[in-house]
């Protein structure tokens, strides 16, 4: 990977930016260029043949002093320990902003859980856990679901977390089912707190919000949730989505004139994203190259996969119609096509504030384990509406104050926090 894309170079060098506007101290500036702790760990499992793969894994716990690292757990061929470091920063910054009392941590193991059956997926689930357990734990380190990653893998690494220690702790991790303490509204969370961050955007621009155009990269837990409640909550129509075919590969996207029909396209996507192309087609929708959905003629462009797609190639691609960029994905824009993106005047939701529904829920579902009593669909949609509202208002604040740009006005208020809490505990 060239410098250049590596994510965790990337992220660090924003942070350097942020470093220099706020004018942090050399020694805070350093400590918050690292992870505090990582953990890197090979999981012998055993296939359905008979044969043991060893898989290899990382868990980064970025900074605590605000509370119990949280983040999720991504499956995927291409994961680095840069990639997991990157996140966990990411996740330091997500919650701060958020105003959440936890730090920031992922994990990731490098698989393709695609062509593994289900009981080799569980084996590999429990094998993590075993490996990281004396590391987690409510107060400590929280996992959660992330790219390839679903509730029933939380099921079963929660299930060998509590057969190691002995005892119930729901709060261990989140994103869980229901009828193992998770929380109503989770599964849609991500999506609907991108929603509530783009219908700020358009009212700070003054925008129409009916009718509003929306093209989408991803189709996953994050993309399909952003949809239907860009449809449906919005009152929006979204034109594109761009998927992945089932090996990874080649993607491609699907378009319609006169929007999508999300329920339908929902059956015929396979649990990882993969929108059946044969069913499409028959259905009427055009099939283009995966990266058409950059170039769609839309009032929103809304990145949900993974990160570099929005490079200082891609950038000069984005029609002139596009008003936002919200980053649905983690870490989806270069710093180069950052500057690109600027220039233009595009208004950029930076990705750990747009993307914070997930770990919002995720919190909600904390305190409603701690608390053994659970809240209504509706209930927990108004607290995150609360909490992503204020987030924006706050990351506005700082952008007049300081006069820079969205994703830097985010990390001025984050980091920030952050510091703030390293300061009490006397770590500079
Ligand atoms: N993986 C999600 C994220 O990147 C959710 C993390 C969580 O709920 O802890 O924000």
Known sequence: ?????????????????????????????????????????????????????????????????????????????????????????????????????????????????????????????????????????????????????????????????????????????????????????????????????????????????????????GFGNVGRSTVINFIKVLGGHVTHISCWDNDDRKAYTYSKKDGIDADFLLTITDPYGTIDKDAALQAGYTLDDGDAWLEAEVDVLIPAALENVITAQTADRIHSSVRILAEAANGPTTPDADATLNERGVYVIPDFLCNAGGVTVSYFEQVQNAYGYYWDEATVHERLDDKM?????????????????????????????????CSLRGWI
């Open 389 to 421: 509202s204020a987030a924006f208002r706050a990351v506005h604040e700082a952008v007049q104050g300081y006069g820079v740009n969205n994703r830097m006005g985010a990390y001025i208020v984050a980091v920030n926090r952050v510091v703030e809490a």
């Open 1 to 217: 990977m060239s410098e250049e894309l590596n994510p965790f170079a990337i992220a660090q060098r924003q942070l350097d930016e942020a470093a220099a506007t706020m004018g942090l101290s050399s020694s805070t500036h350093e400590l918050l260029r690292w992870p505090m702790r990582e953990l890197h760990v090979n999981l012998p499992v055993r296939m359905d043949d008979g044969t043991v793969r060893t898989f290899h894994g990382y868990r980064v716990q970025y900074n605590t002093a605000r509370g119990p690292a949280k983040g999720g757990i991504r499956f995927h061929p291409n994961e680095t320990i840069d990639t997991v470091r990157a996140l966990a920063a990411w996740m330091t910054w997500k919650t701060a902003v958020l105003d959440l009392p936890l730090g920031g941590g992922k994990g990731g193991v490098v698989c393709d859980p695609k062509p593994l059956s289900q009981y080799e997926l569980e084996r590999l689930s429990r094998a993590y856990i075993r490996q990281i357990h004396s590391f987690l734990g409510p107060d400590i380190d929280v996992p959660a679901p992330d790219v390839y990653t679903n509730p029933q893998v939380m099921s079963w690494m929660l299930d060998e977390y509590e057969t190691i220690t002995g005892r119930h702790s729901a709060g261990v991790i989140t994103g869980k089912p229901l009828p193992l303490g998770g929380s109503q509204g989770r599964a849609g969370a991500t999506g609907l707190g991108i929603v509530v961050t783009i219908r700020e955007a358009l009212k700070m621009l003054g925008m129409n919000l009916q009718g509003t155009t929306a093209s989408v990269q």
